[in-house]
């Protein structure tokens, strides 16, 4: 009787589940990278910008759209039309907090910079920056704008 009621009280070893632990590590992982992808600026493309004097450097916006020229509006290597580029900026949750800079290639027509700037007026968004070259900066194609002229 004495053998029976130790084994009543004897302990159970625990065991390490390594299974859970993968697919938390591996969710893990795959949200850290889904969030780093979000955290890169958008790099535009390649254009001749404007220079100017007065030009101040800003942190990256949230919204870069280029003007090539023959006037194709581009956002996140993708070409837009110009309600297509208010639908996108009204998704936004408060597209009046949306920082958008327009870099607009030299070269273009000043209707269609404005045509730019007025889609982004229409979806409500009130922070917008000119991207032009630093002071002093050759004029060669640059891929981001790197200052702004508010």
């Known amino acids: 009787m ?3 009621r130790m084994r009543y009280f004897d302990t159970r070893r625990g065991r390490v589940e390594i ?7 591996l969710f893990l992982l795959v949200f850290f990278i889904i969030v780093t992808l ?37 956002v996140k290597g993708e070409t837009l039309t110009a309600d297509a580029l208010v639908a996108l900026l009204r998704a936004e949750p408060d597209p009046s907090k949306v920082q958008v800079t327009i870099a607009a290639s030299k070269d273009v027509v000043f209707q269609q910079f404005i045509d730019a700037l007025d ?19 050759a004029p060669v194609a640059t891929p981001a704008p790197a200052t702004t002229t508010p």
């Open 19 to 25: 299974i859970p632990m993968i697919d938390v590590m």
């Open 119 to 137: 889609a982004c007026r229409r979806a409500g968004v009130t922070d917008v920056g000119i991207a032009t070259l630093p002071p002093g900066a």
């Open 2 to 4: 004495a053998a029976n």
């Open 38 to 74: 979000q955290m890169i600026p958008d790099a535009g493309v390649a254009l001749q910008l404007p220079s100017a004097s007065q030009a101040e450097h800003l942190e990256h916006p949230k919204v870069t759209v280029n003007v090539d020229k023959d006037g194709t509006l581009t």
